[in-house]
């Protein structure tokens, strides 16, 4: 192999794994909006009126900084407040993923990155959650929030330490969701 051949394939080989993901951030009048999946196998924890938005610069995914921020909030009735969950909450990188192979998780079909971070709720006695940022081929967002929770049992547990299971689909949108 010649000298040129090789620096060539070096080239290619190091070029090839750059992603630009940068249609996927928002710009400052844009947030991602959505709500929790109605699916019962997709939800724990969230009732089916728990909507998301989330604030993104994708430029940041495979950084130390955070790449983004997550708002909830469940609409309970007319005349009851909002219940937050996050409020302004950062997507937290792990550090030790950036050297693992779960650093990439691959969730299937028509998902052109997926991201693992923590997540820390309003509430300062609740344990962390686990944010999955899913960015879609087709321009959307998925971010799935997990939190293993004390128990399954949830009776006598914490509010902030009770399981959570819940899958946004979020789309773009001029302006705050809420």
């Keep these: ?19 630009d993901l940068s249609r996927f951030s928002t710009a400052p009048d844009e947030s991602y909006c959505g709500a929790v999946s109605l699916g019962a196998a997709f939800r724990r924890g969230f009732t089916p009126r728990t909507q ?3 604030v993104l610069d994708a430029s940041r995914i495979d950084t130390a900084d955070s790449p983004g921020t ?4 469940e609409l309970v009735g007319d005349d009851e407040p909002e219940i937050r969950l996050l409020n302004g909450a950062p997507l937290r990188p792990i550090p030790p993923l950036a050297h693992d192979v779960l650093s990439r998780p691959d969730l299937g079909e028509g ?11 309003e509430d300062p006695d609740a344990e962390a959650l686990v944010a999955f940022l899913s960015l879609r081929s087709d321009g959307d967002v998925e971010v799935r929030l ?3 929770g004390a128990s399954d049992d949830t009776e006598g547990i914490a509010e902030g330490r009770r399981p959570l299971f819940g899958l946004f689909s979020l789309k773009r949108q001029q302006g705050p969701c809420f």
């Design 52 to 54: 998301m938005r989330l």
């Design 70 to 73: 997550l708002w909830t909030r």
């Design 111 to 121: 998902r052109e990155r997926t991201a693992i971070y923590a997540v820390t709720p």
């Design 1 to 19: 192999m010649t000298r040129a051949a090789a620096a060539l394939l070096l080239l290619l080989a190091t070029t090839t794994g750059c992603e």
């Design 146 to 148: 997990l939190r293993p």
